[in-house]
């Protein structure tokens, strides 16, 4: 029996409908699969933790959750009771950094039975690798003078070794897909960092002789993956431009409520973490129709990542079934609620 | 008769297939005015200028540039034959610098008979108003090591005087459409420049009580823009962001090719310059299919800076006639040449 040790942490607003969503589904695959069990351990990390506690988590549970095979994470934010920057560098940017979470995968596919906002959408099926530690988000910088002489200095850090790995990563992820890595670049604008990422690009690519390597800058790029997703296979862009990418990789899909995400420790250090695309969204909390599809797409990352890929297949499939069903929540245009998706999934997964 | 001494730089690539196209419009317009008359001077500035001065523009030459009463751009870049950090700083940003066109300005509308890439796009009608002179884009910062080691910084600058002048100039503008300012921000991930930006936004708005405004991360934005472009009116944005965003609003146009855009001098000192958002499309040079219209758009944005609103609705209506009417270049679905649109819409201004 293998046993996994996961740290659940749904953090605010829907991250506390669609983790235990998922948690259920994830058990039900547990069953099926026959040799695998899960134990799951809750943490109350969040704004409203917060709000009492002072820290968004204290160091003690940055300790213990470095035990866990893996993390599990809803959505982190609640902009109305603690700002976004506080919320956010306090647990979500801080797990990815101290866990050494250096990459973020996030792919975007088009599911059956769900409307694209694309008018022919062409089967797109692609990969973003985002530099997920350094880049535009730094805490490097400072404000200056008050009033109307004020000025912030916001600095980017990119380091050859960071962006190495990324790239490095990319091309490796592209050996077993489509053997295409296509660079997300601003080479013309931003001076200093985007031409040392083309330089890296251009050194890292030579390694990888079979795969064919493009560069697009990410204002065209942006563009194209409204009118061309389906040309690309693996993307690697910059924390900031992973980050928008990805976004609207969600988009076209249909809905950032389906789209997935994994925070992967390359090292082997510390856990990686699993949390889907979509923030907390506090418009729709407590209505029961939260779309848990991202996050359970999401426990599909984390099959993969524990080697389970068939048991991974499998849910993907149960996920595109169930879509194709037309059982939808209402951000894909249905009418079902997170725990008829849910019960649905378990309900395909047993058959 | 007000007479209008206009630079033209046709650049690079299609940049030389469309200036002439858009000035021949702008011919027919002045005679349609019949007050009103243009006087076209061309200078050669451009990555083949580059290779044979070594500089894309001499410091001759932007003292004359200064004399003009606007600047009609085509298009920068070859990166064939000179790398685009260079050939973009060396002219299209140190022009937009220099003279000090502190505000970039560009819709995003749907034109009739122009397949969009959305399915069911309704009626959108945006203006990105881009802060063009500092933030992501800014020459502080540099490398360090080489090797393994190597970093890059690249600092962002923003000050306050530049983020509120764009501001404001967002929130004027609104007051003269649907009364509705949305700003780009991205404040929990960029830890100094972005809550600075959201501030001085919530700072502005304080100023104008009768325009609505909210904030959205770039993320989230940069996807709104696929799935429902209808709900913006002016979106106010840094120049990395707004840089995005329009592109993505080219996409949803159905073309980079019909795009138009302007840089703004506020302070009256320098020249404005008008240039559409399409680069210099080597792959199409010389092929005679290059799409005018984001040029001539660009024309239009340029008639009503000179006060000829009247006109510049004119010409409006006649490209928004001639999509219409199906007469569309390659990268709209048609097979019109450059020369069939550009006398389509001179023949309709005459009428
Ligand atoms: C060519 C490049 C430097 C430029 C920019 O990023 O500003 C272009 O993309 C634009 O939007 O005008
Ligand atoms: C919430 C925010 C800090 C985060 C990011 O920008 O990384 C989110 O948008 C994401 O993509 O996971």
């Given at each position: 029996?293998?046993?996994l ?19 259920k ?22 704004c ?14 940055m ?21 976004d ?14 866990f ?61 070794r ?17 053997k295409?890595?296509?660079s ?19 050194d ?34 910059s ?24 925070n992967?420790n390359?090292?082997g250090?510390y ?6 695309v ?35 297949k499998?849910?993907?499939d149960?996920?595109?079934g ?14 079902s ?15």
């Amino acid at each position: 029996m293998k046993k996994l040790a996961i740290a659940t942490i749904p953090g605010d607003g829907i991250g506390k409908e669609v983790v235990p969503a998922a948690t259920k589904v994830l058990e039900a695959a547990a069953e099926v699969h026959g040799g695998l069990s899960f134990e799951f351990t809750d943490f109350p990390y969040s704004c409203e933790y917060y709000l009492q506690h002072g820290v968004m988590i204290p160091n003690e549970g940055m300790k213990r959750l470095q035990n866990f095979d893996a993390l599990f994470l809803g959505a982190v934010g609640n902009p109305e009771i603690v700002p976004d920057h506080v919320s956010l560098w306090g647990l979500l940017i801080k797990l990815r950094r101290e866990f050494e979470q250096v990459i973020n995968l996030r792919p975007a596919k088009l599911l059956p039975g769900i409307q694209s906002p694309l008018a022919n959408p062409k089967d797109f099926d692609l990969m973003v690798v985002r530099e997920n530690s350094e880049g535009e988000y730094s805490e490097v910088g400072g404000r200056m003078y008050r009033g109307n002489d004020e000025i912030a200095i916001q600095n980017s850090v990119f380091s050859r070794r960071g962006t190495e790995r990324a790239m490095d990563y990319a091309f490796n992820l592209a050996s077993k897909r489509k053997k295409h890595v296509t660079s997300a670049t601003k080479s013309n604008g931003i001076f200093y960092a985007m031409p040392f990422w083309d330089e890296v690009f251009n050194d890292v690519a030579k390694g990888y002789p079979d795969i064919k390597s493009d560069s697009q800058h990410i204002d065209a790029l942006a563009s194209f993956f409204v009118t061309r997703p389906e040309r690309f296979d693996v993307i690697v862009a910059s924390n900031l431009f992973g980050d928008i990418l990805t976004d609207i990789g969600a988009g076209i899909m249909g809905s950032v409520g389906v789209a997935p995400a994994a925070n992967i420790n390359v090292n082997g250090k510390y856990p990686s973490m699993f949390e889907p695309v979509h923030g907390s969204a506090p418009d729709i909390v407590g209505k029961g129709i939260a779309n848990p599809l991202g996050q359970i797409w999401t426990a599909k990352m984390m099959l993969d990542y524990f080697e389970e890929e068939e048991l991974g297949k499998l849910l993907l499939d149960v996920i595109e079934g169930t879509t194709e069903s037309g059982m939808l929540t209402p951000d894909l245009g249905g009418n079902s609620s997170t725990e008829e998706v849910t019960d649905e999934i378990v309900r395909r997964l047993r058959e």
